[in-house]
């Protein structure tokens, strides 16, 4: 199963108000919502020797992210008028390995520019149909690369298919099928733009899938791979708190648990 980091995470505000048995409007505390505090992962590929992977994320007083923390690794984001325009990458070191600045066309995000300790560049661009819905992602060393990316069709909110290219000779194809459960993605509360650049269907998408299944396609060849089903369980506020999934052969293959800060 494919280890979806990142790296981060809103949409849909999950709220709660409460007032006074007298219905006075002034008591009425000020809304609040889940955000995810941390992710854990527990991957069953050696069963005798189970590997664990944490995310730890930390928020403002204005409920934006500001930093996710995973093995050592830190990621901080910078925000202008409610929008991250820097994000700036440390290694188990602390030290700065490279920073990413966020362009936009108007309400879009365009592109991150990718600057590297050594110089070196990189410029990820973001495609998007007519709805605003993100259908592709492009990794560029240059100005005008034709690297085919990772591209999304969509089933309503969700992202039903995902496709990941490589160039070169054979080209490869790694594509991912996706259903989905009708409750929130534990990402519903994390800046929209933030969700697009972490861009995995997990993140991008309003529910939770509770099928993956994976194929590859060498040459014009496709090839069957693992097919995970997810047993999910939610709290009060349809938000997962855990995520069990099995494996094409029945066995236990991954554990997601999720907890929350309100705020």
Known sequence: MKNY??????????????????NDETN???????????????????????????????????????????KGLATTFEYIDGKPVKANFYNNKQELSYSSV??????????????????????????????GQLTNITNCMS??????GTSYTYSGENVSTENISTPGSPSYVYKEEYSYDNKLNPHTNTNKYLRLVMGSPDVISKNNYIIDKSSTKTGTTWTAGETTTYILEYNTARLPVKATGTGSDGKLSVLHTYEYITQ
Do not use: M, W
């Not at 980091?5 to 007298?22: E, H, Q, R």
């Not at 930390?58 to 500001?66: F, S």
């Not at 592109?111 to 973001?126: D, E, F, G, P, V």
């Open 28 to 70: 009425i505390e000020p809304e609040k919502k889940l955000l995810l505090s941390k992710f854990t992962t527990v991957y069953y590929d050696n069963p005798s020797q189970p590997e664990t992977v944490d995310q730890t994320f930390e928020y403002n007083n204005k409920g934006e992210l500001i930093k996710i923390l995973h």
């Open 5 to 22: 980091l990142f790296l981060g995470l809103i949409g849909t505000v999950i709220s709660f108000s409460s007032c006074s048995s007298s």
């Open 143 to 148: 100005a005008n690369c034709t690297d085919p």
């Open 102 to 131: 966020f362009y936009y066309k108007g309400a879009l995000l365009d592109k991150t520019q990718q600057t590297y300790a050594n110089s070196l560049s990189r410029t990820t661009n973001y495609t998007y149909a007519a709805n």
